[in-house]
Nanobody
Framework: QVQLVESGGGVVQTGGSLKLSCEAF????????VGWFRQAPGKEREFVSV????????NYSEAVRGRFTISRDDDKNIGYLHMTSLKPEDTAVYYC???????????????WGQGTQVTVSS
């Protein structure tokens, strides 16, 4: 059974940092891309970042490029999203998801984690 479990969310002040983790169970992790999405209250889920199965291709949304870094450790079956210079507008539930390709649309991901809350206070 495929399962993705996020952790690492919390409350941080503006300008602070957090590192989210996405642990995968039941899959051969390095065969898949790992994407991160976020959803703020009253808004649609939006793409944040994705890393290819090889780890060589990384994409970021304009909103987070230069502040967030995506990575993966295939030996541990864990993907990471290191977030720095956080802003109040980064407040959202963050989800990781699996895809066969390096894509930015939520509809192209088949397995999702339960989400982890990130709150950035001003």
């Amino acid at each position: 059974q495929v399962q993705l479990v996020e952790s690492g969310g919390g409350v941080v002040q503006t300008g602070g940092s957090l590192k989210l983790s996405c642990e995968a169970f039941g899959i051969t992790f390095n065969r898949y891309s790992v994407g991160w999405f976020r959803q703020a209250p009253g808004k649609e889920r939006e793409f944040v970042s994705v890393i290819s199965g090889s780890g060589y291709i990384k994409n970021y949304s304009e909103a987070v490029r230069g502040r967030f870094t995506i990575s993966r450790d295939d030996d541990k079956n864990i993907g990471y999203l290191h977030m720095t210079s956080l802003k109040p507008e980064d407040t959202a539930v963050y989800y990781c998801a699996r895809s066969n390709l390096v894509l930015t649309s939520a509809g192209d991901y088949d397995y999702w984690g339960q989400g982890t809350q990130v709150t950035v206070s001003s």
